[in-house]
Every structure is written in structure tokens, then in C-alpha cells.
């Protein structure tokens, strides 16, 4: 597997905190994307992050990538109730097709 | 508009049976995938087309068949369902090649249940 951790991760906190979403990947990479799939609709990306990048910011939204470490991060500032999703982070990997290869996600529910 | 569409939403199938699900895009894009999400585990490609070209991952070959007929539709074709085939099945298309640095546009899914 392309993935560190394998299991859904859970995360549930209050609404107005802010949260940091961890991913770690085993093999090289040239770019990690992070998406959003909220109940009923299918995922929808947030930020894609380059190798030579460490970190990307869209709104509230910041994401890092380290590759010394091989891992990304996915931060959210002032969370409301509507960034309640699965959050995916996905790479592409050395499978020979250099395609996009997901993690299982995160479940993040925030509550009001 | 960047809308893939999924039809139908949710199918029943019997064990054994064929099934077929429909994806469609209109912008143009030269890529479509196929994803199957089963709970609490990550989206897993199965296959996808580049142009005229289908991809099939190793692992899902014999499983899974599909056509493109043209740029816009793409099915997923499974000959004899079996019930760990019950999943999501997740389309999605990119206007290149080689997803790592492309957008990939997702339509809702079909929920497929295999009785």
C-alpha cells in the first residue's frame, strides 16, 4: 500500500475550532491532493500540492508537504458545522499508471 | 459547468447477475475513471480510460470491464456480480493524463448493493 495509516480516522470537535488532518505516504511522490466528499456527493478537491512546494493555503484552508518526512497535513481555521466530510488525501504512486491513489480518509465532524 | 453524472444513484443487483453503470461529462476531458468505495476504506481505482485507451489496474482486471463510446459516457461492466461487489462506484474525469497533477472532477457515485 501507498498508505501509512490504512484505517478511517475520526475527529469531532466544536464548531469555530480549528483541526489538522495528518497523511503519510511510503513512496516518492510528485504531488499530493487533498479532497472533500461530503455525505451524498462524491469527493471534490480542495488543494493539489506540489514536491517543491511546502505549503499551499486556499481560504481557510493550508496545506503542507514535507518529503523528507513523507507525510502532508491539512489544516482548517475557524471550522463550521458545513466542513463536516470524509477528507482524503491522495497521491499518485508508483503503481505504473501514475495515477491517483487515495488514503481512507478522515472523518471530521464538526458540531455546531 | 465541471458536472459528471451518474446513473442510477442506487442499484440492486442479483448474485451472479450482470450490471452496468453509466457516467457521463460534458467538458470535453480527455480522462475518465472508475473508483469503488466500500465504508470506512479509501476510494480504490479500478480502471480508467485516456482517450480510446482503457487502463485496467492489476489487481481488478478480470473483475471489471468498461467502454467509452465516445468522449462524454463511459460504463463500467460487471459480467457476474458477486456480493463483495456491493460498494459506491465513483466517476470521475480529468481533462489530461496522469491524475497526480490534474483536478479530478467526481460525479455522486452509485450505490450498488448485490443481494
Known amino acids: 500500500s501507498q498508505w501509512g495509516e490504512e484505517n478511517l480516522q475520526a475527529l469531532s470537535i466544536q464548531e469555530g475550532e480549528d483541526v489538522t488532518m495528518n497523511c503519510s505516504y511510503k513512496?516518492?511522490?510528485?504531488?499530493v491532493q487533498w479532497y472533500r466528499q461530503k455525505s451524498g456527493k462524491g469527493p471534490a478537491q480542495l488543494i493539489l500540492?506540489?514536491?517543491?512546494?511546502r505549503e499551499k493555503r486556499s481560504g481557510r484552508l493550508r496545506a503542507t508537504l514535507d518529503t523528507s518526512s513523507q507525510s502532508s497535513s491539512l489544516s482548517i481555521t475557524g471550522t463550521l458545522a458545513t466542513d463536516t466530510a470524509v477528507y482524503f488525501c491522495?497521491?499518485?504512486?508508483?503503481?505504473?499508471?501514475?495515477?491517483?491513489?487515495f488514503g481512507s480518509g478522515t472523518q471530521l465532524t464538526v458540531m455546531p | 459547468d465541471t458536472t459528471v453524472k451518474q446513473n442510477p444513484r442506487y442499484k440492486l443487483a442479483r448474485v451472479g447477475k450482470p450490471v452496468n453503470l453509466i457516467c457521463s461529462q460534458t467538458?470535453?476531458?480527455?480522462?475518465m475513471y472508475w473508483y469503488q468505495k466500500k465504508p470506512n476504506q479509501a476510494p480504490k481505482l479500478l480502471l480508467f480510460?485516456?482517450?480510446?485507451?482503457?487502463?485496467r489496474e492489476a489487481d481488478t482486471f478480470e473483475k471489471f470491464q468498461s467502454s467509452r463510446p465516445n468522449n462524454s459516457f463511459c460504463s463500467l461492466y460487471i459480467g457476474s456480480a458477486g456480493l463483495e461487489y456491493s460498494a459506491m462506484y465513483l466517476c470521475?474525469?480529468?481533462?489530461?493524463?496522469?491524475?497526480?497533477?490534474?483536478?479530478?472532477?467526481f460525479g455522486s457515485g452509485t450505490r450498488l448493493t448485490v443481494l
Open positions: 513512496t516518492y511522490t510528485t504531488v
Open positions: 470521475a474525469s480529468s481533462r489530461g493524463q496522469g491524475a497526480s497533477a490534474e483536478t479530478l472532477y
Open positions: 500540492i506540489r514536491s517543491n512546494e
Open positions: 480510460y485516456y482517450d480510446k485507451i482503457l487502463n
Open positions: 491522495a497521491t499518485d504512486a508508483s503503481s505504473g499508471s501514475w495515477q491517483l491513489i
Open positions: 467538458m470535453n476531458h480527455d480522462t
